[in-house]
Structures are given as C-alpha cells and as structure tokens.
C-alpha cells in the first residue's frame, strides 16, 4: 500500500486481492476484485467461490435469481463473512460479463450513465503523530480532492483532538474531514467525543462502536449533533433496513462485498431512496463509481488506490471526482506483468 493505514484495530501496510475472473460459454470474462483484510481471507473465499460456481454452472446469468438460489444452498452454513463475501464477487463479476455482453458500461446497465463522483481520499490518516499526519494530510489532496477520511481512536479524547486540529490546521477550511473510529469505543465515550467533534467541523462520525450495536448506535444518533456514518459492515440489504428501522445512523456506506455485490447494492439504494438517507461507498472505488452513479441518494465515493498497481487503467481522478469508466462493464482489466510480479506465494 502506499500509505499504512493505521486503525485502533490494527496497522494495515498490504492489501490481500483476489482477483476474479468468471469465464462465459459465450467468451465473456467478467472481472473484479476482493480485498480480504488478512492474507488467509483469499485462499477461504477462493475455495467457497469455486464451491458457488459449481452449483451455478451452465445455467443464464440472472443475478437476483442466482442469488437467492446461492443465499438457499449456503443457508445452513450462513451467508455472511467469508461466505457473503464470495457471493458478492461472483455477484460482481456476473454484472461486469452482462454489460460487457450488452458492450455498455455497468452505470448504464443499471439505468444511469458514466459521470464524476465526489470522492474523498482514504488512502492514509491512520493513528499517528500529529504532525504527521498533517504532513500525510497535505498528500492525499494533491490530485485535488477536497474531503479526506481521518482514523481517529486514541487512547484519550485530547489526543484524538490534537490529531484533529493538525490535519484541520494544515488543510485550512475548505477541505472536508470525516472521521472514522473503526468500532474502538464504548457508548458513554462515543456520545463524549461526538459532543467535543461537533464543534470541529467533522462532517460525518463513522462506526464510533461496535457496528451491530443498533441500540448504541441509536442512542449515540440522537445525541450526536454530527451526522452518525454506518454501513461497511452491514451484511446485506436486510441489515441495512434494521439499522435505519432503528435510526441507528444518519448516513449509510454499504460496501459491495459485505452488501451482496452489485444486486446487494441496488436493494440497499432503494432503501436508501425510501427513507432519504445519502448513501456512500466503502472501498472498491472501480466498480463503487459505477452503482453510485445509478443511486439516486448518491453521496460520497470512498477513494483508495489499492488495485491501481495492478490494473492497466487505474480509476481517473479530476480535480477531487472520480470519473466513471465509460468502457464496458467496471473497466477492470488485469495488467498481467503486474499480477505476476505481486502475487502471493
């Protein structure tokens, strides 16, 4: 990677892909990736993909009902982690080979069109010294992005707001800052340091405790006075609706390999657009640019560059939005020389 990624749950220097290729009877090759947190998550997810495939072979790629059909064969052993995250590449790939079959780009399968998104840089900010952060801070808006995601977490409130004020006092006004806690802290503290941010001009406070904490996380959204950000986590458009039955959030983030992949995506969207929440992204930013484009509550797109050592055509950046690839499908094609050169042993 090339920032490290420091969280209060671990520091992150590499990025575990699995990369996906679904091969059609008609010569298709829809591809996309996973990223799987520990170097263990793609062996796992490799095998319970090539497991999904083999109860789907031969039959037409009909996303929602290959789903519902995968979500009944896996039922006893739970679709979620490592399964939901096979599903969901599978999902993805599927969607990638239907718009390249139809030669559009994935944004205009889905009914809208390639356009920019406003993204935020997420590539670093982890936990730090101040001034390094503030240095750091000043990198992650070269390429003109004007909002940055902050790991904050330290072990008192002070700390995180002196993390705080040097990225604010380096990157003056104009650039937003959200902050995002990675689950490290308990209600009482989480409504404290709400309180002391609101001040701060933090835009959104993203998983502040335990994610599947509903009742917390509601108490902690009617206190806080800055928008409560949730989402990452939610294991499929069912999760979603609890949350927002139980206003646990103000603002939602699915993430395409937790939610169910592209079909995921789009029932999680409809929510969104029934309750008038703004729904964001979490990672995947290649093939997040194109659902976010077709969600009609579209917020922000989060921005890293893990896959760009190894695609030939990384995702465009102007002026702080990503630009929507107008080729067929998600864009995604494999630089071969590259894959070689990082692949794990």
């Known amino acids: 990677m090339t920032y490290a990624l420091g969280t209060s749950a671990a520091r992150v220097t590499e990025a575990p892909l699995l990369l996906i290729d679904l091969e059609t009877e008609e010569g298709i090759t829809g591809r996309t990736y996973l990223f799987c947190y520990r170097p263990s998550g793609p062996r796992a997810i490799a095998l319970l993909l090539e497991d999904a495939v083999s109860l789907i072979k031969g039959e037409q790629m009909r996303p929602a009902d290959i789903a519902a059909k995968l979500a009944r064969r896996f039922a006893l052993l739970g679709v979620t982690g ?15 080979a239907l718009a390249k079959a139809a030669s559009v780009p994935l944004a205009s399968m ?10 935020y840089n997420s590539c670093g900010l982890g936990l730090m010294a101040p001034a390094a952060l503030a240095d750091e801070a000043v990198r ?66 993203e998983e502040p405790i335990r994610h599947d904490d509903l009742a917390g996380n509601a108490r902690i959204a009617a ?21 927002l039955q139980a206003r646990a959030c ?37 093939v997040s640019a194109h659902v976010l484009a077709a969600t009609p509550t579209c917020h922000w797109l989060e921005y890293v560059d893990w896959a760009d050592l190894i695609v030939q055509e990384p995702l465009r950046v102007v002026d702080g939005m990503v630009v929507v690839s107008d080729r067929p499908g998600t864009g995604l094609e494999w630089d071969v020389a590259a894959i070689e050169r990082y692949r794990m042993t």
């Open 82 to 96: 490592t399964v939901r995250m096979a599903l969901s590449g599978l999902d993805m790939a599927m969607w990638d």
């Open 110 to 119: 889905l009914g809208s069109s390639p356009r920019t998104i406003p993204a």
């Open 140 to 205: 992650l808006t070269v390429r003109g992005f004007k909002a940055v995601k902050l790991r904050l977490g330290y072990p008192t409130l002070n700390e995180d707001l002196s993390a705080l004020k040097a990225v604010r006092g380096r990157l003056g006004a104009s650039i937003e800052i959200m902050v995002d806690y990675n689950q490290a802290l308990l209600v009482e503290e989480a409504v404290l340091r709400a309180s002391a941010l609101a001040s701060e001009g933090v835009i959104w406070l």
């Open 223 to 243: 206190a806080s006075k800055v928008p409560l950000q949730l989402g990452e986590n939610f294991n499929g458009a069912e999760a979603m609706d609890a949350a």
């Open 250 to 286: 103000h603002l939602v983030m699915p993430d395409l390999a937790r939610i169910g992949g592209v079909t995921g995506w789009m029932q999680a969207a409809g929510l969104a657009v029934a309750n008038g929440i703004p729904m964001s992204s979490h990672l995947f930013p290649e």
